[in-house]
């Protein structure tokens, strides 16, 4: 687990901060400090001490002049992982603004107290909070994958490989099982088992779960419309981009790009 600071002052002029894993940051004293998810979009938020953010991993952030001191926290993914004890092959942590829960902020002030004491008890003990912080974060802010199971008889590699890059040179188009089936050589319905077999999910689960990851990257990284997002990532409306999101990320796309700032 990565530890950091910013104090008041530190931060001059607004910058681009990756959040290269999932971070969670505790405001050191209230205050304020301009954020947003660009730079166009700058608003200052008004903290009280003790308040948390949590925030997904690859989540972009424009931070900018601040008066209060934040403890900053970076979660491994192989720490969120062991807490999923073997029932996600993934997870991801829902962004969530002035997060308040006394379990977690007990953690934090731990981490932190050991800071200011220098950290005296070394890496056994960083790393001992950070399974319980994983454990904590995983049993109420997370959204899991469930885990693949392969069996014996699925696709071969190649006809998987096949398919799934059909998948994304498609993914903004109608893309139906017969080509599917047709990528892989095989009749509808025994392509449809032999998917099942190999990815544990069905074409049109996976499809859908793969359009999904790319609205979550157009949804950081650009000011696109949610309705422009959606027909870019091949869905035909709205709202059924946003069933669909909330279904397998536990919140709306508008939720997902600007919870942090609520």
Known sequence: MRVAVDMPGSIREPYLRVHHEHG?????????????PRRSEMT?????????????????????????GRLILNISKEA?????????????????????????????????????AGFPSGNLFLDSVEQALAAALVDRYAVRRPSVQRCRGGLAPARLRRVTELMHAKIEEELTL????QCAGLSMAHFS????????????????????????????????????VAVACGFKTQQHFARVFR???????????????R
Not at 24 to 36: F, H, I, P, R, V
Not at 44 to 67: I, K, Q, S, Y
């Open 24 to 36: 969670l940051e505790m405001t050191l004293g209230s205050g304020s400090l301009e954020a947003g």
């Open 44 to 68: 200052r938020v008004t903290f009280n001490a003790g308040e948390m953010g949590l925030f997904p991993r690859h989540m972009e952030v424009w931070v900018g002049a601040a008066d209060q």
């Open 80 to 116: 969120l992982m062991a807490a999923c004890d073997g029932t996600s092959s993934e997870v991801e942590l829902r962004p969530k603004c002035r997060l308040v829960d006394a379990r977690v902020s007990a953690l934090v002030a731990a981490v932190n107290a050991e800071r200011i």
């Open 178 to 181: 017969d080509e599917m089936a």
């Open 193 to 228: 088992e032999m998917f099942r077999k190999s990815t544990g999910e069905s074409p049109r689960q996976f499809l859908l779960r793969q359009r999904v990851e790319r609205a979550k990257e157009m949804l950081r990284a650009s000011e696109t419309r949610v309705l422009d």
């Open 247 to 261: 279904r397998i990320c536990g919140a709306s796309p508008t939720e997902y790009r600007y919870e942090v700032l």
